[in-house]
């Protein structure tokens, strides 16, 4: 992509209610522009972005023998009368009439719709266990929608459901996908740590919040410091290795201001390792067994013939808010940096192009075109600005790597830049292989 042509509504001016970086950032770097309360369009940049860390979720859901559907946004109120949740739910659903004054609603969540898919398909034991999931958008009417993508009311999440023969079963399930979020987060760049939580109007016993650490994050936190000593590297997908991580997190203290008790707290983490901040939550599964089952009739036969209500688990990636939350913790002064794996480009190239340099531009476009054919997605700086305006746009779009095209380069070696580090003069396939690895 030429920087030129790319639609790229940089900005000066923020809203009052732009507190946090990430809200201001996203803002500044056109990443997002807001169309109603908690309600965002996501411009060319943000959109980028946000798919990359979809298929990073995507990727890691696969892996785990998670298979991707996709429900609609809009579901029936029908459902939601029969599992007893239409009532529950309140006010942060937003519930529609058609035409015909139906009731509809917009899913803030599909436990149901997914149950009356699995009842009417699966009737036999021998087709357990399975786990499905989409990344869709969801609709929840909050009271106080803010921190732009961090707290909407229209955002994008992935969630994922399980469906087990018992209890000992879905607890493997559990396990899978708790494993697979500690993978998914570290490739984005990220810590989360596991917490055991309240399950809300979801239900049942078993949860657990996925928090990263940040000053800006809306959940309290109290934990035992060792918790993020404890590396996922150490465990494998085999069955044993995923009880013995649960168990290894679970001896350690980690819970959200919810759960938190100081006596606890004090009893059972020594003064030196209590941990006590803020942060905020990327993650959350649940267990809550037949809840949904058993009010939606979802039963499979078993061995012996009979009736047996399906164990079922939800778990949920709020994919819109990890653009905000990775901001929130990576940036560094008015320097956006994104991980590689969810940069909206791998590289960029900047030529200096004072004097109407057309040398140096005609150098950029080879090098973008050598690139482009290695699958580099790379973005070229072709606007007429001095390089101090170009760093400053280049901060905030925050690519993590740079090619200068100027003074310090010759027909076939450039200067190659990984932000926050010395540059160094390399060829083509040098920079390739950077890149590559
Ligand atoms: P919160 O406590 O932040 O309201 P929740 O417990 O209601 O979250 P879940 O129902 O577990 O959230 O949803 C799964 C994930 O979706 C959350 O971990 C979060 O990352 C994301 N999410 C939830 N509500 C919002 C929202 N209003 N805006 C953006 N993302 C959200
Ligand atoms: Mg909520």
Same mark, same amino acid.
């Given at each position: 992509?030429?920087?030129?042509?790319?639609?790229?509504?940089?900005?000066?001016?923020?809203?009052?209610?732009?507190?946090?970086?990430?809200?201001?950032?996203?803002?500044?770097?056109?990443?997002?522009?807001?169309?109603?309360?908690?309600?965002?369009?996501?411009?060319?940049?943000?959109?980028?972005?946000?798919?990359?860390?979809?298929?990073?979720?995507?990727?890691?859901?696969?892996?785990?023998?998670?298979?991707?559907?996709?429900?609609?946004?809009?579901?029936?109120?029908?459902?939601?009368?029969?599992?007893?949740?239409?009532?529950?739910?309140?006010?942060?659903?937003?519930?529609?009439?058609?035409?015909?004054?139906?009731?509809?609603?917009?899913?803030?969540?599909?436990?149901?719709?997914?149950?009356?898919?699995?009842?009417?398909?699966?009737?036999?034991?021998?087709?357990?266990?399975?786990?499905?999931?989409?990344?869709?958008?969801?609709?929840?009417?909050?009271?106080?929608?803010?921190?732009?993508?961090?707290?909407?009311?229209?955002?994008?999440?992935?969630?994922?459901?399980?469906?087990?023969?018992?209890?000992?079963?879905?607890?493997?399930?559990?396990?899978?996908?708790?494993?697979?979020?500690?993978?998914?987060?570290?490739?984005?760049?990220?810590?989360?740590?596991?917490?055991?939580?309240?399950?809300?109007?979801?239900?049942?016993?078993?949860?657990?919040?996925?928090?990263?650490?940040?000053?800006?994050?809306?959940?309290?936190?109290?934990?035992?410091?060792?918790?993020?000593?404890?590396?996922?590297?150490?465990?494998?997908?085999?069955?044993?290795?995923?009880?013995?991580?649960?168990?290894?997190?679970?001896?350690?203290?980690?819970?959200?201001?919810?759960?938190?008790?100081?006596?606890?707290?004090?009893?059972?983490?020594?003064?030196?390792?209590?941990?006590?901040?803020?942060?905020?939550?990327?993650?959350?599964?649940?267990?809550?067994?037949?809840?949904?089952?058993?009010?939606?009739?979802?039963?499979?036969?078993?061995?012996?013939?009979?009736?047996?209500?399906?164990?079922?688990?939800?778990?949920?990636?709020? &994919? $819109?808010?990890?653009?905000?939350? *990775? !901001?929130?913790?990576?940036?560094? +002064?008015? /320097?956006?940096?994104?991980? #590689? @794996? &969810? $940069?909206?480009?791998?590289?960029? *190239? !900047?030529?200096?192009?004072?004097? +109407?340099? /057309?040398?140096?531009?005609? #150098? @950029?476009?080879?090098?973008?075109?050598?690139?482009?054919?290695?699958?580099?997605?790379?973005?070229?700086?072709?606007?007429?600005?001095?390089?101090?305006?170009?760093?400053?746009?280049?901060?905030?779009?925050?690519?993590?790597?740079?090619?200068?095209?100027?003074?310090?380069?010759?027909?076939?070696?450039?200067?190659?830049?990984?932000?926050?580090?010395?540059?160094?003069?390399?060829?083509?396939?040098?920079?390739?292989?950077?890149?590559?690895?």
């Amino acid at each position: 992509m030429f920087l030129s042509k790319l639609f790229l509504p940089i900005t000066k001016n923020l809203p009052s209610d732009a507190k946090i970086k990430s809200h201001q950032l996203m803002l500044r770097a056109g990443m997002i522009k807001q169309s109603s309360a908690g309600i965002y369009s996501w411009l060319p940049l943000g959109l980028k972005v946000m798919k990359k860390i979809e298929q990073v979720v995507r990727e890691e859901q696969n892996k785990i023998g998670a298979q991707e559907l996709l429900m609609p946004t809009i579901q029936s109120a029908d459902l939601w009368k029969e599992s007893g949740r239409y009532n529950d739910y309140g006010e942060e659903m937003l519930r529609i009439k058609d035409r015909q004054g139906r009731e509809m609603l917009y899913g803030p969540t599909n436990e149901e719709l997914i149950t009356d898919i699995f009842r009417s398909s699966i009737k036999s034991y021998k087709a357990l266990p399975q786990m499905l999931y989409h990344i869709q958008w969801k609709f929840r009417d909050e009271i106080r929608p803010r921190f732009g993508v961090m707290r909407c009311r229209e955002f994008f999440m992935k969630d994922a459901y399980s469906f087990d023969l018992n209890d000992t079963n879905a607890e493997i399930s559990y396990n899978k996908m708790f494993f697979s979020y500690l993978k998914t987060f570290k490739r984005l760049g990220l810590q989360a740590i596991p917490m055991s939580a309240d399950t809300g109007p979801i239900g049942g016993d078993l949860s657990h919040e996925f928090i990263i650490l940040a000053e800006t994050g809306e959940s309290k936190i109290y934990a035992d410091k060792n918790i993020f000593n404890i590396n996922i590297e150490n465990y494998d997908f085999e069955k044993e290795s995923l009880k013995k991580m649960r168990t290894d997190y679970s001896s350690l203290y980690a819970v959200t201001d919810e759960k938190f008790e100081k006596k606890n707290f004090d009893k059972e983490v020594p003064k030196k390792n209590q941990v006590m901040t803020k942060g905020i939550e990327v993650g959350h599964i649940f267990y809550f067994g037949d809840k949904y089952s058993d009010p939606l009739n979802c039963f499979v036969d078993n061995q012996d013939g009979k009736k047996n209500s399906i164990k079922m688990g939800s778990y949920g990636i709020g &994919v $819109s808010r990890l653009v905000g939350a *990775i !901001i929130e913790a990576k940036y560094e +002064n008015e /320097i956006m940096k994104w991980p #590689k @794996s &969810v $940069s909206p480009y791998d590289v960029v *190239i !900047i030529p200096s192009l004072s004097k +109407n340099n /057309i040398e140096n531009l005609t #150098k @950029s476009i080879k090098i973008y075109q050598y690139l482009k054919k290695q699958n580099i997605d790379v973005l070229l700086d072709d606007v007429d600005e001095s390089m101090s305006q170009k760093f400053k746009k280049h901060d905030l779009i925050g690519v993590p790597y740079q090619i200068i095209v100027g003074s310090n380069s010759t027909d076939t070696k450039f200067e190659f830049k990984e932000v926050n580090s010395a540059s160094s003069i390399l060829s083509l396939d040098e920079i390739k292989l950077k890149l590559k690895n």
